[in-house]
């Protein structure tokens, strides 16, 4: 959550809307996704350990989904570990650095489409949740 909330205020920053653990097409879930006002699709893809990283092998399948990829950690994690054909964030909890920018991979029209339409609809849905439990009755 420390990284994650760092990367947050970041992208938040830099104008991305960004939404938490969205699911995929291909059944896996991104960490992090962000959506440009350009449209541009970024997968942020977090790691805390040296052990994370070298147990997960899931993130490759990232790559089709985004025009972007990057990875984000924190102060403790050596950084040679990540990959130089990905964009590289560092986060303290209270805000992240762009350390490397992440490579441009274009997406196809139709996943574009299709991505930001799941994006918009789990923003959408997660705004609903929110309002109502934010205004559920109190029951005895």
Excluded at 25 to 35: F, K, M, P, S, Y
Excluded at 78 to 94: A, R
């Amino acid at each position: 959550m420390l990284v994650r909330r760092g990367v947050q205020v970041l992208l938040h920053d830099m104008r991305l809307a960004v939404l938490p653990e969205l699911a995929l097409a291909n059944g896996r879930r991104a960490d992090l996704v962000g959506l440009s006002e350009k449209g541009e699709i970024w997968i942020i893809e977090i790691k805390s350990s040296i052990e994370d990283f070298r147990v997960d092998r899931k993130w490759p399948d990232y790559r089709a989904y985004c025009d972007r990829l990057f990875f984000a950690t924190h102060p403790d994690v050596p950084l040679d570990i990540f990959p130089e054909d990905c964009g590289l964030l560092l986060s303290d909890g209270y805000g992240a650095h762009l350390l490397r920018e992440a490579p441009e991979h274009k997406l196809p029209p139709a996943t574009r489409k299709a991505v930001t339409l799941d994006f918009s609809r789990s923003a959408a849905q997660r705004l609903m949740m929110a309002e109502w439990a934010a205004h559920a009755p109190v029951r005895d």
